[in-house]
């Protein structure tokens, strides 16, 4: 409960200086009235947080409308705030450059609303499709050539609904998957979310099957309902166990950090590597953590997601702060690591600079 209201108070401490910016601009003070502005901003403010509670409560239509109108304002906000937090510390918060400050606060803001008119256009855009070719010792020449279709963080439901859905999983048939992996956080939302999904789950196919990890978002969610979803629609839900799809080639699949914390989760990882079958190892984990302990268990390829790279910049600056691996490839110790920078999008719809991905990796024996 502490912890919410710290985060209540610094949203809206946050809120008050984007509003006292707002209200430094001549054109905005001279045409909005101070006492419209500042309800209209905390509504607004408040929306994403108001729309949580009725979705916990039932009240589904009007929760799905203020989570749309809440997401979309937390992407516009940020960069709003971003762009009048760089305009301030270049005039040392209005004491340098008196005279240029509300026409440099009026650029801030102009920059703020082209830069979101981008991010808009930019989520927009299909998945572009980053491939990869990755040797793993272990894997028999059989299996040499084998396509990994990999997606991850596509938080379906109120913003990304059914039809988006259905032309992902065309886009992942069209690129001939032997096995689709999907890493975690692939509904948004509570259990309440997700009725008629069913039929579109379906439509995810592989030739070797589909196979899917939990992400944080799944544990929000209540966890229980969800698996059971991916369950009837022939999805293979890894929960800290590691299976066989292709003689050779083993995949483990582990709970997201959230579930457990940390420490116990450092300890069921080294379990469940400790117990999987004898070959070509490729482990599944929503959030990029333990690469070391996956590359000293002999993991051949970790693939994570979580990230989405910051997904509006410039918020990646704070992710690579949290994270050691943040998209793309990467080398620990003798194993590959590849990390999906989300093939949907959390809250806004919007991505600044870079596109939502998808991953296609063929894998090769070492042989």
């Known amino acids: 409960m502490v912890r919410i209201l710290v985060v209540c108070l610094v ?3 946050l809120h008050f200086y984007v509003v006292s910016r707002l209200l430094s601009i001549p054109f905005i003070a001279h045409s909005i009235p101070a006492q419209l502005l500042i309800p209209v901003v905390l509504v607004l403010g408040a929306s994403y947080i108001v729309s949580r509670v009725l979705e916990h409560y039932g009240i589904d239509g009007l929760s799905h409308v203020l989570e749309i109108v809440g997401a979309y304002w937390v992407g516009g906000f ?3 705030f971003s762009a009048f937090l760089a305009c301030d510390v270049c005039t040392g918060f209005g004491l340098w450059l008196r005279p240029q400050v509300p026409a440099l606060r009026t650029a801030a803001l102009i920059l703020a609303l082209l830069m979101t008119i981008v991010a808009l256009m930019q989520a927009r855009r299909p998945p572009v499709v980053t491939e990869y070719e990755v040797s793993l010792d272990g894997l028999p020449l059989e299996a040499d050539g084998t396509v990994l279709v990999v997606a991850s963080d596509m938080h379906l439901g109120a913003l990304l609904g059914h039809g988006w859905a259905s ?6 048939e069209s690129l001939r998957p032997g096995l689709l992996l999907l890493v975690g956080d692939i509904f948004e939302g509570d259990e309440t979310a997700y009725p008629g999904w069913l039929p579109v789950l379906q439509q995810f196919r592989a030739s070797h099957g589909v196979y899917v990890v939990t992400g944080n978002h ?4 209540g966890g229980t309902k969800i698996i059971d979803l991916f369950r009837r629609a022939n999805f293979h839900v890894l929960r800290d166990e590691s299976i066989e799809p292709i003689p050779g080639l083993v995949l483990t699949g582990v709970d997201d950090v959230a579930f457990r914390g940390r420490a116990a989760h450092a300890v069921i990882l080294e379990k469940v590597l400790g117990q999987r079958p004898k070959g070509a190892s490729v482990l ?3 959030t ?3 690469t070391q302990r996956a590359a000293d268990a002999g993991v051949g390829l970790m693939l994570c997601g979580h990230t989405h790279e910051g997904q509006i910049w410039p918020f990646t600056y704070l992710v690579r702060l949290a994270f050691p691996i943040t998209s793309g490839r990467y080398r620990v110790q003798g194993m590959t690591a590849i990390v999906c920078r989300g093939t ?8 600044l600079f870079k596109r939502s991905e ?5 894998v090769r024996s070492k042989s």
């Open 11 to 13: 949203w809206a401490g």
């Open 78 to 80: 940020f960069l709003l």
């Open 167 to 172: 032309e992902r999983a065309a886009q992942f």
């Open 218 to 221: 799944e544990f929000y969610a």
């Open 284 to 286: 599944l984990s929503h």
């Open 288 to 290: 990029p953590l333990e």
């Open 344 to 351: 949907g999008t959390w809250g806004p719809r919007m991505r």
């Open 358 to 362: 998808v991953l296609r990796i063929t």
